[in-house]
């Protein structure tokens, strides 16, 4: 057996003995290094068909605000709509001719909406005419046909991008939505023989080096579109020789595999077009964001060729620092479009000639909406990996009003830097928070969690909690008329002095905040007054393990102690859960889920996920509705009454003040029909803001409804509720003129005979201009 | 399946164009009025009380889901919006869009938060879907917008005995038909 190698060995030794011309010695070295050859270049065709095929762009997950619903006798100032409008990036015309754009003509606005994928179909572009009568829409109808438009959707801003985490920026555009235009221009500049070259291009190095040494100025690059885009996806930046032969292999090969439309795409998609802040903008669907807030197939000519201009060199010729270099390498990008005939005379005109018309600001911020887009990235850590949040392209279709959350922002800053001013406290002392929301749907309109200078990214509508004082007592209230054998509006409360006995022990001897004891009070006044010994009587006497059973079923999930200083407001709640609280109120006992989010779609546009309406009867409807119409009193007669005074044209609206110890905290929970809204004040060290509700909190809600002017509350009294005149507490004749109706739960009626009087005495008349008891 | 939603679909015409006109019910006083008198009731065409209440067998089938659509009466007249987002609606679900239906029943709400019909038609939706928690809640909703519209709440305590039979509840099953029953005479 081991005989037979050796004689093999044998004879091939003797073989290569007998032939030894160096010739072979270089065939063989010529085998191995075409071998070794062949390999890399399969090895770099299968590295730049993985890269090419399996590219997966990490898109960001898209974060929506509410769409604009369109119709007639929606309430909206023109004005607002322009501005809506405007925020979304349409342009305001002579003629309007294509969409994102719109016109106005007197009482007329013309709008040429887009065409947006939305989680029930696809709302299509059409162009409308809105008549409008003050701040009503008073017709909408086709602008050509005339024929009236029931209800139409305009895209909805763009608010928030979740980003991967090699922070790119990217909006993906199909070939189809290619402007041919963009085409001409990367072709005019780039690479002239894209369409015949096989991924280099020899003429083209030529060519561009004869037009660069004419022109004086780097006007062409010698790559074709084919070897930048392959510069692109391998992101080594070294310019050596090497590079350069691994990108002609792969360019020539990535030309070999696949259709010149595939690889424009690609390439229109993944060049980068600048930096917005930490993010990279990659791709001329981002770059009309981030440079003109429009997508990308409604620029203009000119605005294209400020784009191709930048491929050259983003950061050289950023049109917003170096708009003089951006204008003249945009000019030079028309020149040569002129050059090869993609445009006319008149065309090449009139696009150089056009200001760069640069977008203030990027499409979208995050910045804008910090608080908002918070809240929604918690709600969707729910259900979603962090980093399929940040790689799939999610589209994700919130419940925010960019309106009432600029009306928001904007009244929390005048009214806090008024109060600053006139309290003599130095700027940025109080720190503030709000909640709006949709009553019948539970929808977070804006949400505020803070003032921008205080401790970054603490979001105080989610994440401060503090004592709610005096918001609990509605909680009381409630608990008690829904006994209504037992209690009803104008039950007697005992406004005394009281000791209470803590279970650690402890005594506690609370005290109204005016320092006065009221004596027997109707239930309607202790509430408007917000007395609270008339309230720790009662609230021992309810029980306080029953008051905590209905502030579980208003929606407080909380753990909550069984002291009777939680009949007081000795309760920590973050705004959004008094706002949760104060929602099934204003829901007349049925509880809706608060939501940021409505919809998700993945980045097809396809529906993934919705987040529907889920409501709960939680309280009996009447008792609920007797204590909301107590809170208009609060209102109209109690210690919010300055709302009444000043804003009369908003009611009748429910609203309860709170104040903490020491006036720390300041609230104000008040809701009409459509809206509700918690506010708060206070600071972040926990020393005393020095505001009670109604002078702080109060002024914050006050200053956003007068500007949204909601629906007030009607009070459409459930069944089984009647209506009693009552005048001092007793049934009055239905034609007593002083006397004021009051619901009364079936079949618990006043008892007596009706009377009538002329003047009635009513107690906690006086008006100061803020009432000092406003705890 | 086609069948329910051609039926569906007719009850739906039948009771928007049945509808009463716009009788604004008079706000309700805050402070020193009288409380309003019940507006006046329409009289429910005797074509739309034509669907006797489902019977419902212990596992449910897509039929028994079958509550018949109340006419509206009393209630202002939902606004050309509403109607088509109600249109909307009605498509989806005959084409067994679900969720599509309840998104453009969303939509109307967000317009008329008060109108219970749109309340009742979000509570069929979810009986058809068995979340009867949420049919039976939503029809809770309705009622109690409902007011003065007997053919709604009729409409309604069906919605509400079919959910009930579906979770085993018998006895609150009958209470919620003789309800129905009871306003539909």
């Not at chain 2, 089938?61 to 009393?74: F, G, L, S, Y």
């Amino acid at each position: 057996m081991p005989s037979r190698p050796n004689r093999k060995r044998g004879k091939k030794r003797s073989r290569r003995r007998a032939v030894t011309p160096a010739g072979l010695w270089l065939f063989q070295l010529v085998l191995i290094v075409l071998f070794c050859g062949a390999t890399y270049v399969i090895w770099l065709d299968h590295l730049i068909r993985t890269e090419f095929e399996g590219k997966r762009w990490s898109l960001p997950a898209r974060v929506y605000a509410r769409p604009l619903e369109l119709y007639s006798a929606l309430n909206i100032h023109p004005g607002d709509l322009i501005h809506e409008l405007e925020l979304l990036g349409y342009q305001r015309e002579r003629e309007v001719d294509g969409p994102g754009e719109y016109a106005l003509a007197g009482d007329t606005l013309y709008l040429y909406s887009r065409t947006f994928e939305f989680w029930d179909g696809r709302e299509m572009s059409r162009k409308v005419r809105l008549d409008f009568a003050g701040d009503r829409v008073t017709g909408l109808a086709d602008a050509a046909t005339g024929k009236p438009v029931p209800v139409m959707r305009l895209d909805p801003l763009l608010i928030g991008k979740i980003h991967p985490e090699h922070r790119e920026d990217r909006v993906l555009v199909s070939f189809e939505d290619i402007p041919p235009a963009l085409i001409d221009a990367l072709i005019a500049v780039e690479d002239r023989n894209f369409f015949g070259h096989s991924g280099i291009d020899p003429r083209g190095i030529l060519r561009a080096m004869w037009i660069n040494l004419r022109e004086g100025d780097v006007v062409q690059g010698g790559s074709t579109l084919t070897q930048q885009l392959v510069k692109n996806f391998f992101l080594n930046r070294d310019r050596t020789l090497w590079r350069k032969f691994n990108e002609i292999i792969m360019s020539v090969l990535l030309e070999w595999h696949y259709p010149k439309r595939e690889i424009l795409t690609a390439y229109i998609n993944e060049v980068y077009l600048g930096q917005h802040g930490a993010l990279a903008v990659h791709g001329f669907g981002t770059a009309a964001e981030f440079y003109f807030a429009r997508p990308l197939n409604e620029l203009r000519t000119d605005q294209l060729a400020c784009l191709v201009g930048l491929v050259k060199g983003a950061s050289f010729y950023n049109p917003r620092r170096h708009p003089e270099r951006a204008l003249q390498r945009r000019n030079l990008v028309l020149a040569q479009m002129r050059k090869l005939g993609y445009l006319d005379a008149s065309e090449a005109g009139k696009a150089s000639s056009a200001p760069l018309g640069i977008a203030h600001s990027p499409g979208w911020s995050s910045a804008k909406y910090p608080d908002f887009i918070d809240l929604v990235r918690r709600q969707l850590q729910q259900d979603y990996r962090p980093e399929d949040l940040r790689s799939e392209g999610l589209r994700i279709f919130t419940t925010l009003d960019p309106y009432i959350q600029d009306v928001a922002d904007a009244a929390v800053s005048r009214v806090l830097a008024g109060l600053e001013k006139n309290r003599g406290m130095p700027g940025n002392t109080l720190q503030v928070s709000a909640v709006v929301t949709n009553v019948a749907t539970g929808e977070i309109l804006a949400l505020i969690g803070g003032r921008g200078n205080g401790i970054a990214g603490f979001n105080r509508a989610l994440d401060a909690r503090r004592p709610i004082g005096s918001l609990i007592k509605p909680v009381v209230y409630l608990t008690a008329l829904s006994q209504p054998d037992k209690y009803n509006v104008h039950s007697l409360l005992r406004d005394e002095p009281v000791t209470v006995r803590q279970p650690d022990g402890k005594t506690w001897i609370p005290k109204n905040y005016d320092n006065t004891a009221h004596g027997q009070v109707p239930l309607h006044t202790a509430l408007e007054q917000s007395y609270n010994l008339a309230t720790i009587n009662l609230g021992m006497k309810v029980g306080v393990p029953r008051v905590i059973r209905t502030l579980r079923q208003l929606g407080v999930h909380r753990e909550v102690e069984d002291y009777p200083s939680l009949l007081l407001g000795a309760i920590d709640l973050t705004p959004f859960e008094v706002a949760q609280l104060y929602q099934t109120l204003a829901g007349n006992g049925f509880t809706v889920s608060l939501r940021a989010i409505r919809e998700v779609l993945d980045k097809k546009g396809r529906p993934l996920k919705r987040f529907a309406i889920r409501i709960r009867q939680s309280l009996d409807s009447r008792a609920v509705f007797i204590t909301n119409f107590l809170m208009t009193r609060v209102v109209s007669n109690g210690t919010a009454r300055i709302l009444a005074a000043r804003f009369p044209e908003l009611m009748p609206v429910a609203g309860k003040t709170g104040t903490t110890n020491d006036l720390r905290d300041s609230w104000f929970a008040g809701f009409g029909d459509n809206v509700l809204a918690v506010t708060w004040i206070g600071r972040d060290d926990n020393k005393p803001a020095g505001l009670t509700g109604a002078a702080g909190a109060l002024q914050v809600w006050a200053e956003i409804m007068r500007i949204l002017k909601p629906a007030p509350l009607s009070l459409a009294a459930p069944e089984n509720v009647a209506w009693i005149k009552m005048i001092n507490g007793r049934r009055s004749t239905d034609d007593c003129p002083a006397a004021i109706a009051f619901p009364y739960i079936q079949p618990y009626l006043p008892e007596g005979e009706a009377w009538c009087e002329r003047a009635p005495v009513l107690p906690g008349r006086p008006v100061p201009a803020i009432p000092p008891w406003s705890l | 399946m086609r069948q329910w939603s051609r039926g569906l679909t007719v009850a739906i015409a039948g009771s928007l164009t049945a509808c009463a006109p716009f009788l604004p019910q008079p706000p309700v006083p805050v402070e020193d009025r009288e409380a309003p008198a019940p507006p006046p009731r329409v009289e429910v065409p005797a074509e739309l009380e034509r669907i006797p209440p489902p019977a419902v067998p212990p596992e449910p089938p897509p039929a028994r889901q079958e509550v018949p659509e109340p006419a509206v009466a009393d209630q202002p007249v939902p606004g050309p919006a509403v109607v088509a987002l109600l249109d909307a609606a009605d498509q989806y679900s005959a084409s067994g869009q679900r969720e599509q239906a309840a998104a453009s029943l969303e939509r109307a709400l967000r317009i008329e938060p008060g109108n219970p019909v749109l309340w009742h038609r979000l509570g069929r939706l979810r009986l058809q879907e068995r979340q009867w928690d949420q049919a039976i809640a939503l029809a809770e909703k309705s009622n109690a917008l409902a007011r003065g519209d007997k053919a709604l709440q009729a409409g309604n305590w069906e919605i509400i005995a079919a959910a009930r039979e579906a979770i085993g509840d018998a006895t609150g099953a009958l209470q919620a038909r003789k309800r129905a029953q009871g306003l539909r005479e």
